[in-house]
């Protein structure tokens, strides 16, 4: 089947033959899982903006200085 409209990035889409197999399988899923105990729950899929911007600053400042820093004879 053609894809009438692209995907907008970082979404999918699911069509029909594919939502079916999906729905087939999540179901499958929590039956096997409720079987063994195991309890459903949902969570947010997106973190809040401040948790992601501390996240990247912890570990994404240090990962640019590594990057960037300079070192003595180099720009700087």
Do not use: C, D, N
Not at 24 to 45: D, I, N, S
Not at 56 to 66: E, Q, V
């Amino acid at each position: 089947m053609k894809r009438p409209i692209p995907a907008v990035k970082g979404t999918r889409s699911f069509y029909p033959e594919e939502m079916q197999l999906r729905t087939w399988l999540y179901a499958t899923m929590r039956r096997v899982a409720t079987a063994f105990g195991y309890q459903e729950y949902e969570a947010p899929y997106l973190e809040p903006h401040w948790s992601l911007i501390a996240t990247l600053t912890l570990i994404g400042g240090a990962i640019l200085y590594s990057l960037f820093r300079t070192r003595k004879g180099v720009a700087g």
